[in-house]
């Protein structure tokens, strides 16, 4: 199979959580990075707190998802074939209800 050819302006986007959430649709800004840093919720910081780093666990790499050629960030070491059916469905069902 081949993945469908989209304009550059139509790109889209996810991001699989390793905490199990579901895929969230990224913001078309952050498509273009192929490592990305999402740490999921951000901690609320008080004044003078220091700053602390994403760790390497928070670092998703950018897959595409095929047939459907859109982007899919996953944790490292994975793959976005190897992502569950559930998932991949779901993400299926949003580009298509959608187009």
């Known amino acids: 199979m081949t993945r469908r050819k989209r304009p550059w302006g139509q790109q889209r986007g996810w991001i699989v959580p390793t905490d199990g959430s579901p895929a969230q649709e990224l913001p078309r800004h952050m498509l273009g ?32 998802l095929n047939p459907e050629g859109v982007y899919v960030y996953v944790p490292e070491g994975r793959d976005a074939e190897s992502l569950p059916e559930s998932i991949k469905n779901e993400i299926r069902r949003q580009v298509k209800g959608e187009s």
């Open 33 to 64: 990075h192929k490592l990305i840093s999402w740490p999921g919720t951000m901690p609320e910081k008080q004044p003078a707190e220091p700053v602390t780093y994403p760790a390497s666990k928070d670092h998703y790499h950018r897959s595409v």
